[in-house]
Each structure stands twice: as structure tokens, then as C-alpha cells.
């Protein structure tokens, strides 16, 4: 992973909000999904572990505010990204900076337009 400036051996992981759930519970579909985003929107390391999701391209679950079907959607539009930590924190795409703000992005909306 190219993580520059964030935690390669990923011990923010411990400092998630999401960390003292059981793991079944941010791996849910449909309205349940808005639910996990809000314990995201105020942690802390939710750029950490969207930049992982994204370099991992993760499959399944909400990681970092994001369901699967944004971070496909990004993946699929933002095929010249190498590093995604630099892109999410450094980034002026629009995107970027919505995401970095503390609410839900309308990533699917950015990405389709």
C-alpha cells in the first residue's frame, strides 16, 4: 500500500469508532448502511480507512463513510489515482473536498455527472 503520511502498519484501525462493534454490523446492506455512516462521518481515522478500502478495493461493508457501490463507482472513475491517501487528503477534485468534510458525501452524484 503507498500510504504517504498516513499509518502503513494500520494500528489506526484500533482508534476507529467502529472498532469496539462486532464486525457483522458494518457489513449490512439498504438502510442499515446509513446507520454505520454516521458512527464514520465522527471518527477520527475515517480517512485512514477509506484510503485502505480503496487501495485494498474492499468488496464488502462501509469503511470510511463509504458503501461498496461508492468506492466501485470512484474506483471506476478515478482510474489514475496510485496513491489514495494523497488524493483524499490533498486533493482539490471536488470530490475529494466534499469528502473531507464531517457529513455524506453524494459521491455517486460527482462521479456519474
Not at 484501525?13 to 438502510?31: E, H, I, M
Request: charged share 30%.
Amino acid at each position: 500500500m503507498s500510504f504517504t503520511n498516513a499509518d502503513p502498519d494500520q494500528s489506526w484501525a484500533a482508534r476507529a469508532l467502529c472498532a469496539q462493534n462486532k464486525p457483522d454490523a458494518l457489513f449490512v446492506q439498504g438502510a442499515e448502511q446509513r446507520q454505520v455512516r454516521s458512527i464514520c462521518m465522527s471518527c477520527e481515522v475515517r480517512l485512514e480507512c477509506l484510503a485502505d478500502a480503496l487501495e485494498s478495493e474492499v468488496r464488502f461493508g462501509v469503511w470510511g463513510g463509504l458503501t461498496e457501490r461508492e468506492r466501485r463507482a470512484m474506483l471506476k472513475h478515478y482510474t489514475d489515482v496510485e496513491n489514495w491517501w494523497l488524493w483524499l487528503t490533498e486533493s482539490e477534485e471536488p470530490l475529494a473536498l466534499e469528502i473531507r468534510e464531517p457529513r455524506i458525501p453524494h459521491v455517486l452524484a460527482r462521479v456519474r455527472a
